[in-house]
Nanobody
Framework: QVQLVESGGGLVQPGGSLRLSCAAS????????MGWYRQSPGKQRELVAT????????NYADSVKGRFTISRDNAKNTVYLQMNSLKPEDTAVYYC??????????WGQGTQVTVSS
């Protein structure tokens, strides 16, 4: 089992910044990729960013390119999402995901991000 604990969400004004953290524990061996997803009311959950465990290669949704950065700290077993230039449309519950081969996915509890003046 892999446990994912998220933190860093909150209320921020448009143009502001937040950094989300996802701390992984348990049996993290075999995790191929980790990512951040988000879901706002009435919408489907969407992929925000991914980072591959072995290479550190990253991918981003077009809507966040140039504003968000996903990174990892191997010593702390933690993945981050730095969010800059936040917009109201970024408001959502953000979820951390870890994936292993064999169709094994693990999800965090989610953290609320609200962008509003």
């Amino acid at each position: 089992q892999v446990q994912l604990v998220e933190s860093g969400g909150g209320l921020v004004q448009p143009g502001g910044s937040l950094r989300l953290s996802c701390a992984a524990s348990g049996n993290t061996f075999g995790v191929v990729v980790m990512g951040w997803y988000r879901q706002s009311p009435g919408k489907q959950r969407e992929l925000v960013a991914t980072i591959y465990t072995a290479t550190g290669n990253t991918n981003y949704a077009d809507s966040v390119k140039g504003r968000f950065t996903i990174s990892r700290d191997n010593a702390k077993n933690t993945v981050y999402l730095q969010m800059n230039s936040l917009k109201p449309e970024d408001t959502a519950v953000y979820y951390c995901k870890a994936a292993k081969r064999g169709m094994l996915d693990f999800w965090g509890q989610g953290t609320q991000v609200t962008v509003s003046s």
